[in-house]
């Protein structure tokens, strides 16, 4: 069991280039979430999906889009990406909507925007 | 609405001392409480959380909180710091929604 993967571990853009941010879960959850991690301000919710097919926004959607592929995968797209979005991101998943199950996490993504 | 407050961003312990980080939480109805813990460059894993059972809840690692709904806390402790409990942790709240609202995060430090 890997858990939850995300590629890539690493990644610098520069100013206006786009990216997506890969994130798979082998543990047949029903819910998958993107959160940023910044110094100082603990983790925030980008965007979140509770089943496949849907998706929500957080506390923080603006600049990104997200796709849930299938039960498994779920990316989060940067469409031009600003020095603002430099951050760690990880992808999380839990087990059901509605009922409080703790969410495992992904080792996260560390993205420098120049 | 949800929210958690986590006391001081920094708590420096020698080895062997007692560990406690401090969390109070907010909510209008009653709350599902969790710790979190983040090794150097890793993602989050669980701690430990509170789900309405006993209020004073083991985890991992030898970490434990109690639930005060009167203080509306749910601090952390370990009786003993050990060197590899150095590390960022987490405190956060769900209440009902599934979706939990973090805190902003304590860094252990710990001194041989």
């Known amino acids: 069991n890997a858990g939850v993967t995300q590629t890539p571990k690493f990644q610098v853009l520069k100013t206006g280039q786009s990216m997506t941010l890969q994130c798979a879960q082998d543990?047949?959850?029903?819910?998958m979430y993107w959160y940023r991690q910044d110094p100082g301000m603990g983790l925030r919710l980008i965007y979140y999906?509770?089943?496949?097919?849907?998706?929500d926004k957080g506390e923080v959607p603006n600049g990104y889009n997200v796709s849930r592929l299938n039960k498994r995968e779920f990316s989060l797209r940067l469409e031009s990406a600003a020095p603002s979005q430099t951050s760690v991101y990880f992808c999380?998943?839990?087990?059901?909507?509605?009922?409080?199950?703790?969410?495992?996490f992904g080792p996260g993504t560390r993205l420098t925007v120049t | 609405a949800q929210s958690v407050t986590q006391l001081g961003s920094h708590v420096s312990v020698s080895e062997g001392a007692l560990v406690l980080l401090r969390c109070n939480y907010s909510?209008?109805?009653?709350?599902?409480l969790f710790w979190y813990v983040q090794y150097p460059n890793q993602g989050l894993q669980l701690l430990l959380k509170?789900?309405?059972?006993?209020?004073l809840v083991k985890g991992i690692n030898g970490f434990e909180a109690e639930f005060k709904k009167s203080e509306t806390s749910f601090h952390l402790t370990k009786p003993s710091a050990h060197m590899s409990d150095a590390a960022e942790y987490f405190c956060?709240?769900?209440?009902?929604?599934?979706?939990?609202?973090f805190g902003r995060g304590t860094s252990l430090i710990v001194h041989p």
């Open positions: 909510s209008s109805v009653p709350p599902y």
């Open positions: 956060a709240v769900s209440r009902g929604s599934y979706i939990p609202t």
């Open positions: 543990m047949n959850h029903n819910s």
């Open positions: 999380a998943s839990s087990e059901a909507t509605g009922v409080v199950y703790e969410q495992y």
């Open positions: 509170y789900t309405s059972a006993a209020t």
């Open positions: 999906s509770a089943s496949e097919g849907t998706t």
